[in-house]
């Protein structure tokens, strides 16, 4: 198909191509062959060579030298494996190469680079098959990439990644990404129409709207945001006003020139000057103006800004910062616009002229009288006395230090000026005199000359604030400073940092070390331990006992350390009685103070059985003189006891006894019955073996039962054939009593049976049936059972005989130390069994326990206490003034080591609390102002100029000193103030001159005070001052009133409950406030009454907020509360044991609990439910049935019952029985009879058996004996054989029976295999009162036949088997540990300094998690409470006032503001209240966190027909990027916008750019943006986008699901009480049904009938009428009315029948159907009841487990 598609394509190129035919036939022929290349192939088989994945690269060392290999094999193109030969050798891939052998230790060289992601592409541009697409509604998905390397980490050199991939999987190469929507830029709804622009003539109005959203990701740009609109007010009387005055910014502040310069530039007078000259000095002037005011547009921005800050800083300034403005009179016309005006001027130049002469000559007269006073005032200065003169130079010394130019601050008051300028209604710049008409601005102000902050060099480096070395410590800090030389002055360049800081560390020899401290603990306390839930037991009530796992505690506190610490902790030393120090003193990580701990648990004396009584023995075989002997039974000690108080029980005990002897013969068995005179048959003995042993029935030598009795030969009998034949005796039973008494005799019985009778008269005949039986005598001793009875050990006393060394444990033993070696005792007694003491010589002697043992002392501890530590620190602030708050400082002092064994007792007090002394009242600095001195004006040369000007009065700036004080008064360093007062008072004001017939008042006094709230009236007072006292102009009251009078304030206080109730505290008791260490406490009050608190909040009549005291109320509300204490899970008591799971071999026994009671409050949890037990906490041990523990005991065979009776021989078939019980099997033998089930019943020996009764002289043969074992393996070709021994021998001619007897061995049924079979492990099994920590797991082995039976351990024993398991495994129960808590700690600073919203907060932290079943920790960590409501004064901005051009129509202006004291309540919602400023006044002077406070700033009057924009809008709330609440993740935005507005139709081409401005936020919400729309009116209605806060828009909705805002139908609907609908068919208006014509169109509307429901108010109540109203009437029912109308309107607009019109009838037919129905059941005949049997038992009622886990 490749080649194929590969010959099209050359032949379609070549179409296009003018080849000569010769090409074209040469290209077809190869094309043709190419075709027929494929056909060739296909028919030859087809082989390639593939490989395998490459394997694990080895070799002998790490690094570059490995190999690896992988499969190479040829294989057919249709997948099978063929010979290599059939594949091209040459082409065979390599199958080994050389590869890099990663070793463990490359982990550390190799890890994988990652690239940064790349730009995220759209899923439709990599896949072929996917469409973008068409409509963005959330973000479109991506895909991102990124480079992956693995590299070497030195060097970053690139690596393979097989190298990387050893370690860790190579990490992804690309990711999904979300591509954002573009998002439309968003705006508000358009503003009111504003007024028109002009008063007469055309003018304009406009309207604007903001940006709520900018254009985001590609979206839609911002639509314009001003619309216009001409307006004509009316035509204008007079002609309009085209031209208008414009002012330009004020110039540089400049110095007033020297009276010599300007003297100078007057020179030659005027009298000399040629006409013209004075008027090229005014325009040099006037130049200078102009190109100053030019520098100040360029760059002097700072000196007007910082001339802003000076005139707004202060509020007394507010009316002195408005004098210039106002109260300015015009100076001369600017000297560059006046130009065109020069002629019209020229006719009154002569008069300036000679006005100028007059100036200059006055001022030289002037001139002249000043320097002869000076004159004057020298030669009387010169009278004067030297200690005069020094006086006088001191105070101007003085003077000169508060003066402005003083030390630090050189205030120079300058003048500046501005231009103006008459401009066109389009914007030229006209002549001058074109605005005659308007009065001449001001061009003229007082300023002050700015001044950069100067400062002096660095300081030395002060010395370091650490002054000893510790290369581990926090370093020190040394300082350097400089000092201000000179303030800022007039928005001058700000000082520098004045303070720099450097850490250090002091070097040197001399430098000592510093002194250290570190973590001391005390003892740990000792271990608790608590139970487990499995373990709760309500009659376990005494938990002294525990042991295993638990907790335990100490307390950690800071110490100074010595310069040689211990090497030991616990030596000496380490419980040195240290000082205590402020824990913040000691820097490492505080040891622990909680750890796990162990309590070894005491195990208890476990003791063997009894054995079997003993014979009687001498108490001693030593010493036989004594006739009295004993019978001993013992046992021994199986497990011995540790730890704990408990003994063993005794181990012997005795039985008196007659005739002891020390060694007795035993027969171990007897030889065959041996006739006696070498008959064959008849009387003879059976020899006994013997053997020699003592009274422990060890085996001993035979020499040592010289003086016992040596056994007799037994009397037997061998029978004749004609003999009676009797089976042998049984062995004796057990005896019945294991002692002999009044009414109690032991006794012993065996038997035997007759296995054939005798021949008649010639043989020995069978004895009665009396004679088979015999009993005998045993256990005839007494039943007094004695033994030694020991009690506990006793105290450890000092024993007498050895010299006392038990001094008291001073300080120089370890805790377990022995001092010295005491004595021991316990009672020992002789009991008897049942009776109690006896005298001790009923008890063997010789076996009388030890009563005095030696033990060792313990030294005795006194307790060891700290000495006290300092006093917790004093608040180490100074008190405001004041303030009478008394603090407490406190110390404590700590135990180490506890009291013990007769220690001297710590003492009761350990902490100790004293009241702080009084602290030093604040070392406070303020500022203090001095007079300001005269104001000074704009020089006279600059203002002379101006109509109207008087050269001693008009606006100007004076200027004050101000000084660093102390408290007392005293001078104190500006810097002092500058770091600790409150900001520096401004330096100038702008100040008035009144003139002479202006009228001077002094400031308002402070309104009197008011007797009473709500009574009365208050006043405040100012006067007339100066010479206006005398102006009758002045004395004017309406005018200028002096008395101010308004009622008192009227304040009503009511206090309310705000905010939530905080959290159930608990009380706290009296706790240091200062730690001095971190004790634990294990078991913290959790639970109980407490109280909670509610902040409440006081406000005044007008509903601002208090402090809470006017209120008289404390701040808060008080509720007891509860807190839940914590109840733990409760389990049943543990159940019984079950039986062993087998009674055979190794198996279970389980014993269980069940919940009683669930947790709550955080209690301990419940163990997980056991779902295959239903039981909470189960528990399985191993057990061990002893196979032969039951076992079957027969009786005798019982007398034959012959059958088939042959009375002459006695003889024949015959039937014997017996009885057979399962007894329990003891090591005295089968002891008492039990259920038949508990034994084997595989084993069960037979009750009856059916047999042959040997005739006379027959052969008499014994029971068959044991099978003979097969051997294994079992095998068919073995066999098994059991013998029989003949009893009586048969008579002549008669032969006895085979006595053997061989069967094969079958697997299964008479041989077996055998082996091991390992139980499961036990659940963890703990010493007796262990709660937790180590235990023992056991299994046990189980010997299993080959048919699944257990059996006896023996039979796999016998064989030999392999015990390869471990039956033991130590295991682990988890310790019980409650949470244990930190103290609370002490409240936090309040979240808010003010409001309603201040919340306190204390913590806690987990000091030891919990482990196990313990309790679980809390949930609350931490507490919180209201803060006292305190009200919120802040300073706040009023609104500008409008901009405003002093002096002309527009240009450059000001607009001002006020800072005011506001209240709130902290929330953010509701408006701040407007307040006294006094109430802020200990707030520093800022507003929003800003402190620069500007009341005043430059704008611009726009001039009429001027084109401008308007302010900044608001940054709009921070939005995210969201797609139905969803947010993308692409981070918010805030915008703010400026529009145009228009004044001029003629000037709308010269108007600026709309402006928008974004900024990233943080917080951002949400918005969802849906369309509205309004009701039809007609066929259109309104249709806007909403935003969801309510707020209406433009853009933000999807234009696709846009509702129809217009509507109409074709044709349009002309019929009486028709209308267009929404489908755009025509229907009827409410009221009217349609009825439609056969094509579909509405042919008329007709009224529907009413269904008029009245109600109870209506008059009609009793009547139901169905009728036709008219509609009108129905839509005209007031609101008002009772009835309800409701209209049925069958059809629809299309004339069809309506969807409910079907589902009523459906109604109907079935209602119908029902009625049918349930009349035809109520006419049919009943039928006859028939009777039914009731079962009247009883369900057992039954429980079933509902699931519940907790259950």
């Known amino acids: 198909m490749g080649l194929a598609g590969t010959a099209m394509g050359t032949l379609w190129v070549t179409r296009g191509v003018a080849a000569p035919p010769l090409w074209r036939l040469a290209l077809l022929f190869l094309s043709l062959r190419e075709f027929g290349a494929p056909t060739q192939v296909e028919t030859t088989p087809f082989y390639i060579w593939q490989t395998g994945p490459w394997g694990r690269c080895m070799g002998s060392e790490c690094g570059p030298g490995g190999s690896q290999s992988r499969a190479v094999w040829c294989a057919h193109s249709e997948g099978w494996t063929t010979l290599h030969t059939n594949c091209d050798q040459a082409e065979r891939p390599d199958n080994q190469q050389s590869c890099f052998r990663v070793c463990d230790w490359h982990k550390d060289l190799y890890d994988w680079q990652l690239g940064a992601w790349n730009q995220c592409l759209p899923v439709s541009l990599r896949s072929a098959g996917v469409q973008r697409p068409a409509v963005c509604t959330r973000a479109e998905e991506g895909i991102q990439t990124r480079e992956v390397d693995c590299v070497q980490k030195a060097n970053g050199e690139p690596a393979e990644d097989t190298i990387c991939e050893y370690f860790e999987p190579k990490p992804r190469l690309e990711q999904a990404c979300l591509i954002p929507c573009p998002q439309d830029c968003i705006v508000s709804e358009f503003s009111p129409w504003t007024e028109c622009s002009k008063t007469c003539g055309t003018g304009l109005q406009n309207r604007i709207r903001f940006v709520l959203s900018p254009p985001l990701f590609g979206g839609a740009a911002c639509p314009n945001l001003t619309e216009l609109q001409t307006c004509q007010p009316g035509p204008c009387q007079g002609g309009e006003s085209i031209y208008s005055l414009r002012v330009g910014p004020w110039g540089p502040c400049a110095v007033p020139l020297p009276r010599q310069t300007r003297q100078a530039e007057t020179l030659p007078t005027e009298s000399e000057k040629p006409i013209g000259e004075s008027d090229k000095i005014q325009n040099l002037g006037g130049k200078l103006f102009k190109d100053a005011d030019k520098s100040s547009r360029q760059g002097d921005k700072r000196s007007r800004e910082s001339d802003k800050r000076s005139q707004g800083s202060d509020k007394q300034s507010k009316e002195g910062d408005k004098l210039p403005t106002e109260g300015g009179k015009p100076a001369g016309p600017n000297r560059k616009l006046g130009r065109p005006e020069r002629k019209p001027e020229r006719p009154s130049r002569q008069a300036e002229r000679s006005k100028q002469q007059k100036k200059h000559k006055n001022m030289r007269k002037k001139e002249k009288m000043r320097k002869k006073s000076q004159e004057r005032l020298r030669e009387q200065g010169k009278v004067k006395d030297p200690a005069t003169r020094e006086l006088i130079k001191k105070k101007r010394n003085r003077n000169r230090q508060n003066r402005p130019g003083g030390k630090f601050w050189d205030v120079q008051v300058g003048f500046q000026t501005r231009e103006f300028t008459c401009v066109h209604k389009s914007g030229n710049v006209e002549a001058l005199s074109l605005c005659s008409e308007e009065t001449v601005p001001v061009t003229y102000q007082a300023c002050v000359i700015p001044k950069d902050c100067s400062v002096t060099e660095w300081s030395e480096w002060s010395s370091c604030s650490k002054e000893c070395y510790d290369p581990n410590g926090p370093k020190g800090e040394r300082t350097r400073i400089r000092t201000v030389s000179q303030f800022p002055i007039g928005g001058g360049e700000e000082c520098p940092e004045l303070e720099e800081k450097e850490p250090c560390s002091p070097l040197g020899k001399g430098v000592p070390s510093c002194i250290l401290y570190s973590w001391k603990s005390t003892e740990w306390t000792e271990c608790k331990v608590d139970t487990l839930l499995s373990q709760q037991d309500r009659r376990r009530g005494n938990q002294t006992g525990l042991c295993g796992g638990g907790i335990q505690s100490r307390e950690v506190y800071c110490v100074q350390s010595s310069s040689n610490p211990p090497s030991n902790p616990s030596s000496l030393r380490s419980k040195e009685a240290v000082r205590p120090m402020d824990s913040d003193l000691c820097l490492g990580v505080p040891p622990d103070s909680t750890q796990l701990c162990h309590i070894s648990c005491s195990v208890d004396c476990e003791v063997s059985s009894w054995s079997a009584w003993g014979p009687c023995s001498y108490e001693n075989c030593l010493d036989q003189v004594a006739k009295k002997g004993f019978k001993l039974r013992k046992r021994k000690i199986v497990n011995e006891p540790t730890g704990g108080t408990g003994n063993c029980p005794h181990l012997v005990e005795a039985i008196p006894c007659e005739e002891p002897s020390c060694y007795v013969w035993l027969i171990v068995k007897l030889d065959e019955c041996i006739p006696d005179n070498g008959k064959e048959c008849g009387p003879g003995t059976q020899n006994p073996h013997v053997q020699c042993v003592n009274s422990d029935g060890d085996y001993v030598e035979r020499q040592l039962c010289r003086d016992a009795i040596l056994p007799m030969p037994a009397i037997c009998d061998v029978p004749c054939p004609k003999d009676c034949a009797l089976s042998p005796w049984t062995a004796w039973s057990l005896c019945s009593h294991t002692c002999s008494g009044k009414n109690t005799e032991g006794k012993q019985t065996r038997a035997r049976s007759i296995l054939a009778y005798n021949a008649g008269e010639g043989g020995i005949q069978c004895p009665n049936i009396s004679a088979l039986q015999e009993m005998r005598s045993c256990n005839d001793h007494p039943c007094t059972v004695y033994h030694w009875q020991t009690g506990l050990w006793g105290q450890c006393i000092e024993d007498s005989s050895i010299p006392a060394t038990n001094t008291s444990m001073g300080r120089a033993r370890s805790d377990n130390a022995s001092c010295s070696v005491g004595m021991q005792t316990r009672k020992v007694i002789c009991v008897r069994v049942n009776v109690g003491q006896v005298p001790p010589k009923k008890c063997p002697e010789s076996l009388r326990p030890e009563t005095v043992r030696p033990c060792l002392l313990p030294c005795r501890r006194d307790c060891i206490v700290t000495p006290y530590s300092d006093w917790s620190s004093c608040p180490s602030t100074c008190r405001e003034a004041g303030g009478n708050t008394k603090k407490k400082q406190y110390r404590k002092r700590i135990i180490i080591q506890l009291p013990a064994n007769g220690g001297q007792d710590c003492p009761e007090v350990l902490t100790q609390e004293r009241e702080c002394e009084a602290p030093s009242v604040c070392q406070g600095y303020r500022w203090k102002t001095h007079k300001w001195r005269r104001c000074q004006l704009v020089p006279w040369s600059v203002r002379q100029d101006s109509p109207g000007a008087q ?5 100007g700036l004076h200027v004050r000193a101000v000084s660093c004080r102390k408290p007392d008064g005293s001078q104190a360093d500006v810097e002092a103030c500058l770091k600790f007062a409150s900001p520096m008072p401004h330096l ?64 009503k206080y009511n206090a309310q409950p705000v905010g939530n109730w905080s959290d159930c505290i608990l009380p706290e008791g009296g706790r240091m406030e200062g730690q001095l260490g971190m004790k634990v406490q294990g078991d913290i009050k959790e639970c109980g009454q407490g109280y909670r608190y509610q902040a409440m909040a006081c406000y005044d009549q007008d509903n601002r907020i208090v402090e809470t005291s006017r209120c008289n109320s404390h701040g808060y509300i008080e509720e007891a509360c509860i807190i839940p204490c914590p109840s733990d899970c409760k389990l049943s008591e543990w159940s019984n044991w079950s039986r062993c799971s087998k009674s055979c071999g190794s198996g279970v026994k389980v014993r269980s609990k069940w919940l009683r009671e669930k947790p709550y409050n955080g209690g301990r949890p419940c163990p997980k439910l056991d779902h295959v037990n239903q039981a909470q906490v189960y528990e399985v041990v191993p057990c061990l049935s002893d196979c032969g523990q039951y076992v079957w005991i027969a009786e005798p065979w019982s007398v034959w019952k012959v059958s088939k009776v042959d009375l002459k021989d006695n003889c024949g078939e015959g039937v014997q029985t017996r009885k057979v019980w399962c007894m329990l099997n003891t090591i005295d033998g089968p002891s008492e009879q039990v259920e038949d089930y508990l034994c084997d019943p595989e084993e069960m020996p037979l009750g009856a058996r059916n047999s042959q009764l040997p005739c006379p002289e027959d052969c008499v043969l014994l029971d068959w004996g044991a099978w003979s074992p097969c051997q294994l393996p079992c095998d068919r070709n073995n066999s098994r054989v059991r013998s029989v021994n003949p009893i009586r021998q048969p008579g002549e001619g008669k032969l006895c029976p085979s006595t053997k007897e061989t069967e094969p061995c079958k697997l299964n049924s008479n041989c077996f295999h055998y082996s091991y079979n390992i139980t499961d492990w036990s659940t963890c099994q703990l010493s007796g009162r262990a709660v937790c920590g180590n235990g023992i797991k056991t299994r046990m082995l189980d010997c299993v036949r080959s048919d699944g039976k257990s059996v006896d351990l023996k039979f796999c024993k016998e064989l030999g088997l392999e015990r390869k398991w471990q039956m033991n495994a130590s295991c682990v129960v988890e310790c019980p540990v409650n949470c244990q808590l930190s103290d609370w700690s002490a409240w936090s600073e309040c979240t808010n300094t003010c409001g309603l919203a201040g919340k306190l907060w204390r913590r806690r932290t987990v000091i030891q998690a919990p482990q196990g079943d313990g309790r679980p920790c809390p949930t609350q960590m931490e507490q919180w409470k209201s803060c006292l409501v305190k009200p919120c004064y802040h300073w706040q901005y009023s609104a500008w006032s409008e901009c405003k051009s002093e002096g002309a129509r527009c240009g450059e202006g000001l607009r001002f503001r006020n ?13 701040s209240s407007l307040v006294d400023d006094e109430l802020c006044g200990d707030l520093e002077p800022q507003v929003d966190g800003d402190t620069h406070i500007i009341l005043q700033e430059s704008c611009t009057v726009p001039c009429p027909g001027e084109c401008y924009l308007t302010d900044w809008t608001v940054w709009s709330p921070c939005q995210l990027s969201c797609v139905n609440g969803d947010d993308l993740g692409f981070g918010s935005v805030q915008v703010r916008s400026r529009s145009v507005l228009a004044q001029e139709p003629e000037n709308l081409l010269q108007c600026p750019e709309q402006e928008l401005q974004a900024r990233p936020c943080t917080e951002g919400q949400c918005f969802q943006y849906k369309w509205r729309s309004g009701p039809w009116r007609g ?47 025509c229907g009827c208006e409410e009221g009217y049904t349609e009825v439609m014509t056969s094509d579909g169109l509405l042919d008329q509307c007709t009224v529907i009938p009413v269904l008029e429901i009245p109600t109870a108010s209506d008059n009609r109540a009793d009547v139901k009428t169905i009728r036709a109203l008219n509609p009108t009437q129905a839509a005209a029912n007031t609101p008002g009315r009772a009835g309800r109308t409701w209209f049925l309107q069958p059809f629809g607009p299309d004339g069809k029948l309506k969807t409910w019109v079907y589902g009523v009838a459906a109604g109907a037919f079935v209602l119908l159907i029902f009625i049918i129905s349930m009349t035809y059941l109520a006419c049919k005949k009943p039928k006859k009841p028939q009777r039914r049997q009731m079962n009247n038992r009883l369900k057992p009622l039954t429980l079933a487990y509902d699931g519940d886990a907790d259950m």
């Open 951 to 955: 050269e001693a009065c008009g606006p």
């Open 988 to 1051: 100038t004001q702008h100040c008035q001159q009144p003139c002479k017939d202006d009228c001077q008042l002094s400031i308002w006094s402070k309104f009197s005070s008011c007797s009473a709230d709500c009574v009365g009236v208050r006043t405040r007072k100012r006067m007339l001052v100066g010479k206006s006292r005398k102006h009758d102009q002045c004395k004017n009251n309406q005018m200028y009133p002096l008395i101010e009078t308004n009622y008192c304030p009227c304040n």
């Open 1459 to 1471: 800072v005011s004291c506001f209240v709130s309540d902290g929330s953010g919602q509701g408006k």
């Open 1579 to 1625: 066929s259109s209605r309104q249709v806007w986008c909403q935003r969801s806060d309510g707020l209406n828009v433009t853009g933000g909705c999807t234009a696709t699901t846009k509702p129809m805002a217009d509507r109409s139908c074709d044709p349009p609907c002309t019929k009486p009480r028709s209308l267009c609908t929404e489908t755009g068919l």
